[in-house]
Nanobody, 117 residues
Framework: QVQLVESGGGLVQPGGSLRLSCVASGSIFSINDMGWYRQAPGKERELVAHITSGGNTNYEDSVKGRFTISRDNAKNTVYLQMNSLKPEDTAVYYC???????????WGQGTQVTVSS
């Protein structure tokens, strides 16, 4: 059983920055692929950024060049650095862990990001 706890969301003005953190427990963090998803009101949940156990990353097109996903295996933590935020980035952001041995997807409780002036 994997537990994921996100933090770092909040209200920020357009053009501002936030860093989301997700601390994982209950599994061998270093071998699991991790990701950040978001869901805006009335929309489907979408993948924002993904990082493999080996450190390979990929991003949704609209966040390329603005968001950076990273991981610190010593701290069992995955980060999402979000720069140049836009109102359309407003959503609940969820941390995801795909456990290596079971391929089961675990989710955090979500953290609200609101970009508004």
């Amino acid at each position: 059983q994997v537990q994921l706890v996100e933090s770092g969301g909040g209200l920020v003005q357009p053009g501002g920055s936030l860093r989301l953190s997700c601390v994982a427990s209950g599994s061998i963090f270093s071998i699991n692929d991790m990701g950040w998803y978001r869901q805006a009101p009335g929309k489907e949940r979408e993948l924002v950024a993904h990082i493999t156990s080996g450190g390979n990353t990929n991003y949704e097109d609209s966040v390329k060049g603005r968001f950076t996903i990273s991981r610190d295996n010593a701290k069992n933590t995955v980060y999402l650095q979000m720069n140049s935020l836009k109102p359309e980035d407003t959503a609940v952001y969820y941390c995801n862990c795909r456990e290596y041995y079971t391929s089961y997807d675990y989710w955090g409780q979500g953290t609200q990001v609101t970009v508004s002036s």
